[in-house]
């Protein structure tokens, strides 16, 4: 099983509401990411876990906030977002993230979002 | 810091015929390449990647990609492309920061394949 699932698929929020999207891969993997993407741009690297401790944040302001409960799982929880947050949000996983052997992330199908 | 960048933003083809996505990386001493896949609406998978070894990689897909040292590049190639191919193409390098692994794209490359 190679899939990394993410719900919800569609995310319509207001600037003041709170939300969270979800991330899930039972293939073992220690290490998870998240991804912003705009559209027909690259994804952009927001964060990364690694042994469920935080390893990096690319400046990513303080409305957004990830959280890794376990191995398994990885939330984005969202608060007072601008309209110019409105993405596709991915997330990825791969074995380890700590070894520098080039290794291959699996993506979920993304959770599109639109703040108004 | 790695990155790569890709020369074309998007190459129509007519199906059949061959296509080859441009990428090139910035020097470095341990190079790993990688090609993603985007089809409309979905997430990125991984078509290919280049570790180390043979500087010619294959796709189940029938796509191929050489690594090139020299000319730091790393190109995709069809020999012949179908409808189905249609998506956007990825270039990125695995770099390292913070003690943890990242992906750096390329700006993508949108393949269209015209009947």
């Known amino acids: 099983d190679t899939e990394v699932t993410q719900t919800p698929k569609h995310l319509v929020m207001g600037m003041t509401n709170k939300k969270s999207l979800k991330c899930e891969q039972h293939?073992?993997?220690?290490?998870m990411y998240w991804y912003k993407q705009k559209a027909k741009k690259p994804p952009e690297l927001m964060f990364v876990?690694?042994?469920?401790?935080?390893?990096i944040n690319e400046s990513v302001p303080s409305r957004f906030s990830p959280e890794c409960p376990n191995s398994s799982l990885l939330n984005l929880h969202l608060h007072a977002l601008q309209p110019e947050d409105s993405a596709l949000y991915l997330c990825?996983?791969?074995?380890?993230?700590?070894?520098?052997?080039?290794?291959?992330?699996?993506f979920g199908p993304g959770t599109r979002l639109l703040v108004l | 810091a790695q990155s790569v960048t890709q020369l074309d933003s998007q190459v129509p083809v007519f199906e059949e015929a061959p296509v080859e996505l441009r990428c090139n990386y910035s020097?470095?001493?341990?190079?790993?390449l990688f090609w993603y896949v985007q089809y409309p609406n979905q997430g990125l998978q991984l078509l290919l990647k280049y570790l180390s070894g043979s500087t010619l990689v294959e796709s189940i897909n029938g796509f191929e990609a050489e690594f090139n040292k020299s000319q730091t590049s790393f190109h995709l190639r069809k020999p012949s492309v179908h409808i189905s191919d249609t998506a956007e193409y990825f270039c990125?390098?695995?770099?390292?920061?913070?003690?943890?692994?990242?992906?750096?794209f390329g700006q993508g490359t949108r393949l269209t394949i015209n009947p």
């Open positions: 876990y690694s042994y469920e401790k935080l390893s």
């Open positions: 020097s470095s001493v341990s190079v790993y």
């Open positions: 293939m073992g993997h220690r290490a």
């Open positions: 990825a996983s791969s074995q380890d993230g700590a070894e520098w052997v080039g290794e291959t992330q699996y």
């Open positions: 990125a390098v695995s770099d390292r920061a913070q003690g943890a692994q990242k992906l750096v």
